[in-house]
């Protein structure tokens, strides 16, 4: 993503937590990100699609970073998913997106309302994911029942203690609470067999959607985070800098969208991709194009 559209997506976040999305006008946007309306239209066909676009970059942000607390970790380690989720609420606070959120679903939108529902569902496949990875395949049949009660439990926990303006319950504190409740629970469920949701639901809600829990995904965005480091140091703000910085979120888009990746362009870009760095930092590229083939692999066992 260039740097101007970029701005566009940055300034329109700013003004839909200061004035709200719907009072928000598309002229306000062109004021505050100083383009024409040419050029906005040219980037995003409505204000919507713009609404669409900061919580894509959002939802990349935040899976980035939640990938980065697993380097090192088991995928089992259930403090690894408490500081992933602890990173989660920070964000969320920061960028207001419940808040926004909230308004899109009380609004006449219905592009928005759909796209918000989603995005929900993509935040109970992830938690469904890693409860997997922490509770284990034979615990699967009742995991999606306590995805679904853990989202709400957390949602309500932190709306009440913010009402309550309690200063000792951290973020830490309500999701440690939090999961151990799903941990009596889930002995209770598994011992009386009781299941409310087939986990083979999810696949129904989101047909499109590809697995990304596989530890290869994992690997992937640990890789991605190692090589933008290694571009940091290597370039120093140059233009080759910003160029290696679209090539990489290019790959990362085209193996984690919902349909089959495109191969050609795949290694075309990572041609180009890998002609910008000198030797010092071939050991970064050559580890996430290692990653690269380990995904393509995986996705042809899972077709």
């Given at each position: 993503?260039?740097?101007?559209?970029?701005?566009?997506?940055?300034?329109?976040?700013?003004?839909?937590?200061?004035?709200?999305?719907?009072?928000?006008?598309?002229?306000?946007?062109?004021?505050?990100?100083?383009?024409?309306?040419?050029?906005?239209?040219?980037?995003?066909?409505?204000?919507?699609?713009?609404?669409?676009?900061?919580?894509?970059?959002?939802?990349?942000?935040?899976?980035?970073?939640?990938?980065?607390?697993?380097?090192?970790?088991?995928?089992?380690?259930?403090?690894?998913?408490?500081?992933?989720?602890?990173?989660?609420?920070?964000?969320?606070?920061?960028?207001?997106?419940?808040?926004?959120?909230?308004?899109?679903?009380?609004?006449?939108?219905?592009?928005?309302?759909?796209?918000?529902?989603?995005?929900?569902?993509?935040?109970?496949?992830?938690?469904?994911?890693?409860?997997?990875?922490?509770?284990?395949?034979?615990?699967?049949?009742?995991?999606?029942?306590?995805?679904?009660?853990?989202?709400?439990?957390?949602?309500?926990?932190?709306?009440?203690?913010?009402?309550?303006?309690?200063?000792?319950?951290?973020?830490?504190?309500?999701?440690?609470?939090?999961?151990?409740?799903?941990?009596?629970?889930?002995?209770?469920?598994?011992?009386?067999?009781?299941?409310?949701?087939?986990?083979?639901?999810?696949?129904?809600?989101?047909?499109?959607?590809?697995?990304?829990?596989?530890?290869?995904?994992?690997?992937?965005?640990?890789?991605?985070?190692?090589?933008?480091?290694?571009?940091?140091?290597?370039?120093?703000?140059?233009?080759?800098?910003?160029?290696?910085?679209?090539?990489?979120?290019?790959?990362?888009?085209?193996?984690?969208?919902?349909?089959?990746?495109?191969?050609?362009?795949?290694?075309?870009?990572?041609?180009?991709?890998?002609?910008?760095?000198?030797?010092?930092?071939?050991?970064?590229?050559?580890?996430?194009?290692?990653?690269?083939?380990?995904?393509?692999?995986?996705l042809d066992n899972d077709i």
């Amino acid at each position: 993503m260039n740097s101007r559209k970029q701005k566009v997506i940055e300034t329109a976040h700013h003004l839909f937590i200061e004035k709200g999305y719907n009072a928000t006008s598309v002229q306000d946007i062109l004021d505050g990100s100083g383009i024409s309306k040419g050029t906005f239209y040219n980037y995003f066909p409505s204000k919507s699609e713009l609404f669409i676009a900061i919580f894509r970059s959002l939802y990349k942000k935040i899976n980035e970073e939640r990938a980065a607390v697993l380097i090192g970790k088991e995928l089992s380690d259930i403090e690894g998913f408490i500081k992933q989720l602890e990173l989660q609420m920070i964000f969320n606070k920061q960028s207001n997106m419940l808040i926004l959120i909230e308004e899109v679903l009380v609004s006449n939108d219905e592009e928005l309302k759909k796209f918000i529902k989603r995005i929900q569902l993509l935040s109970l496949r992830w938690t469904y994911g890693r409860f997997i990875d922490i509770f284990g395949e034979s615990k699967k049949p009742y995991l999606l029942d306590l995805a679904a009660i853990f989202l709400g439990m957390m949602i309500q926990m932190n709306h009440y203690n913010q009402l309550a303006q309690s200063v000792g319950s951290t973020e830490k504190n309500i999701i440690r609470y939090c999961i151990d409740r799903i941990i009596q629970i889930l002995t209770e469920t598994s011992t009386s067999g009781v299941q409310i949701l087939d986990p083979e639901l999810i696949d129904t809600w989101l047909p499109n959607f590809r697995n990304h829990h596989h530890q290869c995904h994992n690997d992937l965005l640990q890789s991605i985070l190692a090589l933008k480091k290694a571009t940091n140091k290597t370039f120093c703000g140059s233009n080759q800098r910003e160029r290696a910085f679209e090539l990489i979120d290019f790959i990362q888009d085209e193996l984690l969208q919902p349909s089959k990746p495109r191969r050609f362009l795949l290694d075309s870009t990572l041609q180009t991709l890998m002609s910008l760095y000198p030797a010092q930092a071939q050991d970064a590229i050559e580890h996430f194009e290692a990653n690269i083939n380990a995904c393509l692999g995986q996705l042809d066992n899972d077709i």
